[in-house]
Nanobody, 126 residues
Framework: QLQLVESGGGSVQPGGSLRLSCLVS????????IGWFRQAPGKEREGVSC????????YNADSVKGRVTVSSDKDKNTVYLHLNDLKPEDTAIYYC???????????????????WGQGTQVTVSS
């Protein structure tokens, strides 16, 4: 049974950084793309970043380009989302998701992803 568990959220001041973790279990990581999404209060969920764990290809949403990176540690079955220069508008619940068919490219966030974690809260405030 595939499970995704996010951690690393918290409160941070504008300009700060956070590293979110997505611990993945129950799958062969190389077969999947792991995506990061967020949902702010009163707003629709939006894609942030994704990485294919087989070939390492990545894709970031335009709204966060230059401020986020995604990485993985296969020995730890973990995918990380590095958030830098955080702004109040980055406040949201951040989710990781997994899918075997998604390709990290334009439109990756618009398809239905198969598996989801429970989310971790990120709050950016002074």
């Amino acid at each position: 049974q595939l499970q995704l568990v996010e951690s690393g959220g918290g409160s941070v001041q504008p300009g700060g950084s956070l590293r979110l973790s997505c611990l993945v279990s129950g799958i062969t990581l190389d077969w999947y793309t792991i995506g990061w999404f967020r949902q702010a209060p009163g707003k629709e969920r939006e894609g942030v970043s994704c990485i294919n764990l087989g070939d390492g290809s990545m894709y970031n949403a335009d709204s966060v380009k230059g401020r986020v990176t995604v990485s993985s540690d296969k020995d730890k079955n973990t995918v990380y989302l590095h958030l830098n220069d955080l702004k109040p508008e980055d406040t949201a619940i951040y989710y990781c998701a997994a899918d075997r068919l998604v390709v990290p490219q334009t439109g990756a966030f618009d398809v239905r992803w198969e598996y989801w974690g429970q989310g971790t809260q990120v709050t950016v405030s002074s």
